[in-house]
């Protein structure tokens, strides 16, 4: 049974390799385009996506929002 997925969620541009390696890219180029995929991403839950790499002004976008109970482990890329 495979286990909890990881997503990559930020500007395109920055995240265009990340599909190429099987993870599920969530392309947001505003900070609403941020947080509603976030919010997405977080009612799915973590059985099915553990981890998400986000880029630097997409972890600005969500702020304390990353750490709340329930949400994913993160990463930022560097800028």
């Given at each position: 049974m495979p286990?909890?997925?990881?997503?990559?969620?930020?500007?395109?541009a920055?995240?265009?390799?990340?599909?190429?390696?099987?993870?599920?890219?969530?392309?947001?180029?505003?900070?609403?385009?941020?947080?509603?995929?976030?919010?997405a991403?977080?009612?799915g839950g973590?059985?099915?996506?553990?981890?998400?790499?986000?880029t630097?002004?997409?972890?600005?976008?969500?702020?304390a929002?990353r750490?709340a109970?329930?949400?994913?482990?993160?990463a930022?890329?560097?800028?």
């Open positions: 286990g909890p997925e990881v997503a990559a969620l930020g500007e395109p920055r995240l265009a390799g990340f599909a190429l390696t099987g993870v599920t890219v969530h392309a947001a180029e505003t900070d609403d385009e941020v947080r509603a995929a976030w919010s991403i977080v009612a973590t059985d099915r996506i553990g981890a998400v790499v986000l630097a002004r997409a972890a600005a976008a969500l702020g929002a750490s109970p329930g949400s994913p482990l993160t930022v890329m560097p800028a």
